[in-house]
């Protein structure tokens, strides 16, 4: 990834960093689930598998490129030029995805579904994905019953994951590093699906996407893959004053929407469930790669496996109440990583994210630092307004982060705010020297 030389710039990266279907995933409708052998496939095998082309389905016969206990990898033998990947990137892919992104999002997010009971994860790579100018993505009309889901005619009936090959991506997408982040994206949204409406048996539940979005990102960053990850957060934290609580989790909000509000409420929505994984106490990993839950990973299993959805199943999951949910959110947004080092001006659970670290087996960043330096681009906070320029709107939900500089030797500084008692707004005044 380059240097952003512009905001239109910027913006024009992210797009092609979050290029996923446009739709919700209950309503990417393409295909029935079908009646398969459970036997797990050879390599050589060959099968046919129905995708979503554009606004149409095609039919396309693919060849099994890896075999292991986790995962099959396919490749498209049908589209033309045909779709190619290098035996070196494929053992990077296939290795670290058995190795690493399932182990760990499984312990993270739950165990994702069996339903053609072969035990394993099926991955397709096929330049039809990219038709519509998807990287990858995955349907829940593979994981349900025909007539379960609205829209749903026909599906492939396995855990499947759509991934455009490197041979029809672009620098630096094309890498097994950033390929492997696209793939734990994904993989998160088939383990959500399953584990929140499946199970539940609430298949046909809207909800808003920026929670299963915010959750894969989260996906990114907890399974130690993240980089483009941190192109969403920057977006979100340029563009604070678009960013409400309501604006996650409000059901009323069912569709995508254009961006780039789309890579602004990604980013909200990882910031605030990486919030709430890091005040429950979030997670170690050791030298050895292996993980202790420190809090963070019960609760987000709580919040994953509650039949309530959204706001109700976050307020529910972190025993809070809105209002604390709302004064703690913004009020470490405005405190984390303000302090030499990237340290917090508060230690408190409650008003910070816990400290970031490098991935023991990715190098990568773990965590979540406002002021991250990162492919020679440097995060510099959430936005801010001068007091004096303040324009007086505050979304519901929202904040607005507001600095008054002090002139130095002043013993006694004033301001004043006129709010209306109704709309119960909260002011709170932070000291960074």
Known sequence: SQ???????????????LRTARQPLWKSAYSRRGSFDSTPPKVGDTRQFKLRAGQSEVTISAEALRVDNIAVFWIDTTTTPL??????????LGDNFSQVVVPRERAFFGK??????DGLIHVLLSPRVNDDGAVAYVSPCDLVDAGKLAGCVTGNGMELIYLTPPSDLKP????????LETIAHEFQHNIYFYRKFVLNQAEGTRENPYVTEGLSHLAQDLTGYQAGNLYVQMATLQSIDMVAIPNVFDPKISSYIPQPGDGIMRGAGYFVLRYLYDRAGGDLIDNQGTIQDKGGIAWLHSFIDNPKTGLPSALDSAKLSYEDLVD?????????NRVAGGKPVSDDPRYSFLPTTSD??????????????????????PKTQELKDADGKLRPGGAELLVAKVPSGNERFEVSFQVDPALKAKLRIIRVR
């Not at 703690?328 to 984390?336: D, H, I, P, V």
């Open 3 to 17: 240097p952003q030389a512009s905001s239109s710039r910027f913006f024009s990266e992210l797009s092609t960093l």
């Open 83 to 92: 779709a190619s990947v290098d035996a070196a990137t494929l053992k990077e």
């Open 112 to 117: 994702e579904s069996d339903v053609d009971k």
């Open 172 to 179: 630096p997408y094309n890498t097994p590093k950033a390929m």
């Open 328 to 336: 703690g959110f913004w009020t470490t947004m405005a405190l984390s």
């Open 360 to 381: 023991n087996l990715t190098g990568r960043q773990r965590g979540c630092d406002l002021f991250a330096s990162f492919h020679a681009s440097q995060m510099v906070g």
